[in-house]
């Protein structure tokens, strides 16, 4: 396929330039067989590119590399499309003149397919990045969400940790009361235990004293039931065995110890520690047998004395 001219264009763009609209495309085939499709409205702002009247380096006016030979200063020029190419006019309008014709301009259409590609690509790669801009500030805003979810619950869990400090705090200073009341409790404990030993030792001596004297008491208990047994032996075996006279006259008194009676000595009869009296008439006589009464016996008055 050959390369492709503006003359394949340009009668269109000239028949039809008013009826093109910018939701209109070209499709321009290169020679190596590819095809692009252009929109109109780029074909148009490229070609206009192209044919932009500039001042070159003599000074005068040039029109798509075609110096028109019309010197710049002094001279404004308006320039319009015509039937055949491009008019100019130097009399503000009121009359013009064609300068190039459209088939004079052969833009390079690989180039303007090269920039539909580049520009095309360029938007390509501007919405993918666009897209991954939005990718990332979606990314962003989520991660900003989990962020504010986080620092909201951060912020819930340090509200409970200061209201579980407080708590603490609280029992803390609960803790402390009861434990100074704990210790308060605790001194006032071990004097009372202090007193209670004291007691418990006032009592444990009592009670070795109440030991003690139970023990005496016993121990006086039987020896006063011993005694008493002893004393009531001895009474009963004493009554059992009076005092007796003895055959010589004497008195005969029982020996506990020797379970024996023994001679007192003593005469049974008469006497001043045994008299034996008499009363004859109006008399009374006391009647001696050899114990020297008379001796013994004295009249003091009306009154008559035993000296014993």
């Known amino acids: 396929m050959a390369?492709?001219?503006?003359?394949?264009?340009?009668?269109?763009?000239?028949?039809?330039?008013?009826?093109?609209?910018?939701?209109?495309?070209?499709?321009i085939y290169m020679a190596n067989g590819s095809q692009v499709k252009i929109p109109a409205e780029f074909a148009r702002a490229y070609l206009i590119a192209g044919i932009k009247p500039t001042?070159?380096?003599?000074?005068?006016?040039?029109?798509?590399?075609?110096?028109?030979?019309?010197?710049?200063?002094?001279?404004?020029?308006?320039?319009?499309?015509?039937?055949?190419?491009?008019?100019?006019?130097y009399d503000n309008g009121q009359t013009w003149s064609q300068v190039v014709s459209y088939t004079d301009i052969d833009p390079d259409l690989e180039a303007l397919a090269a920039a539909y590609t580049k520009v095309t690509q360029g938007e390509a790669d501007r919405v993918k990045a666009e897209n991954t801009r939005n990718s990332n500030e979606t990314a962003r805003q989520n991660a900003e969400?989990?962020?504010?979810?986080?620092?909201?619950?951060?912020?819930?869990?340090?509200?409970?940790?200061?209201?579980?400090?407080?708590t603490r705090n609280s029992n803390e200073e609960t803790r402390k009361k009861q434990?100074?009341?704990?210790?308060?409790?605790?001194?006032?404990?071990?004097?009372?235990?202090?007193?209670?030993?004291?007691?418990?030792?006032?009592?444990?001596?009592?009670?070795?004293?109440?030991?003690?004297?139970e023990i005496k008491r016993n121990e006086d208990t039987k020896t006063a039931i011993s005694n008493s047994q002893t004393q009531t032996a001895i009474a009963q075996e004493l009554n059992e065995h009076p005092v007796k006279m003895g055959d010589n006259g004497n008195w005969w008194q029982w020996n506990i110890r020797t379970h024996a009676y023994e001679d007192t000595g003593i005469v049974a009869r008469g006497g001043a520690m045994y008299p034996t009296f008499k009363h004859v008439g109006n008399k009374l006589y006391i009647v001696d047998y050899g114990s020297n009464v008379s001796e013994r016996v004295v009249k003091k008055g009306n009154k008559l004395v035993f000296r014993i």
Do not use: C, Y
Not at 70 to 86: E, L, S
Not at 145 to 166: D, G, H, K, Y
Not at 183 to 212: D, L
């Open 3 to 27: 390369a492709v001219n503006i003359n394949d264009v340009a009668s269109q763009l000239n028949t039809a330039s008013r009826l093109v609209v910018s939701t209109d495309f070209f499709w």
């Open 55 to 89: 001042i070159n380096s003599n000074g005068h006016w040039e029109i798509g590399g075609e110096d028109l030979g019309v010197v710049a200063v002094g001279k404004t020029p308006q320039f319009r499309g015509g039937t055949m190419g491009i008019e100019v006019s």
């Open 145 to 166: 969400t989990t962020r504010n979810n986080q620092e909201a619950t951060r912020v819930t869990q340090e509200n409970t940790r200061q209201s579980n400090e407080t």
């Open 179 to 213: 434990e100074s009341t704990r210790q308060s409790q605790e001194a006032a404990r071990v004097e009372a235990e202090k007193k209670r030993v004291t007691a418990e030792n006032g009592r444990a001596s009592a009670e070795t004293s109440r030991v003690n004297a």
